[in-house]
């Protein structure tokens, strides 16, 4: 009897991708809304087949830590715990950044560091999805001290660009700057999507979920495993 495939997925990153809410005393990752609309369009597209891979969507976010203090080096030893492990991923969401702005770091030198971790993700054999940094309550969109958050999103956005297919893999952003902004004029959907000044309610979380999943459904290639 041969065992089930696995299509796995990593989701790398800080409090964000952890699900961080409610003061931190509860998480709710977005990889459980997206692995739900994965599972739910494999089943589709091997029409209920038991022969449907396991699908297996990882959330290894933690709270606080800084791309270049941290985080590079966390994604280095995850990618090779993994293929020490034979598990290879198909897709690796990176979100990272917005604790470095914090400290003052320079946005070209978190992207320098961001970009470490995309050329890892592709020497792993993974297509990459990264993601812009979100703004927060702390300061107004149009703040000129908001200027370092625009630029690195720029640099994020372009290196999506530009990198869209890159040595066969796929490159994807998810604005997230875009898709969830604090400063709405909605003040109902912003209490449903916000849970403080930074992070997001389960429903924000599931949002973001949901963008992952719009932007690469296409690209999954459920059979191709």
């Not at 800080?14 to 494999?42: M, Q, V, W």
């Not at 080096?73 to 995850?78: I, V, Y």
């Not at 998810?174 to 912003?190: F, M, Q, S, T, Y």
Request: hydrophobic share 35%; aromatic share 12%; net charge negative.
């Amino acid at each position: 009897m041969t065992s089930q495939k696995v299509y796995r997925i990593l989701a790398f990153g800080d409090s964000l991708t952890e699900g961080f809410h409610f003061a931190g005393f509860r998480f709710h990752p977005y990889t459980l809304k997206l692995a739900e609309l994965i599972r739910n369009h494999c089943e589709w597209t091997y029409d209920g087949s038991p022969d449907r891979p396991e699908i297996e969507v990882k959330a290894c976010g933690r709270s606080h830590e800084c791309v270049l203090t941290g985080m590079i080096d966390r994604f280095r030893k995850t990618l090779s715990t993994a293929a020490e492990e034979g598990h290879y991923y198909r897709w690796i969401i990176i979100l990272g950044g917005i604790q470095d702005l914090a400290f003052g770091a320079n946005p070209e030198t978190i992207f320098n560091g961001l970009k470490q971790m995309y050329q890892m993700a592709y020497e792993h054999g993974a297509n990459l999805v990264i993601m812009t940094i979100n703004e927060t309550g702390r300061l107004k969109t149009n703040d000129p001290r908001d200027v370092d958050r625009h630029a690195l999103n720029t640099l994020i956005k372009k290196y999506a660009w530009e990198n869209h297919y890159a040595g066969g893999r796929r490159t994807f952003c998810v604005d997230i700057n875009e898709a969830i902004p604090w400063h709405r004029g909605d003040l109902d959907e912003k209490k449903k999507l916000w849970d403080d000044h930074m992070h997001l309610t389960p429903k924000g979380y599931d949002l973001i979920g949901t963008c992952i999943f719009q932007a690469i459904v296409e690209h999954l290639n459920l059979k191709d495993i």
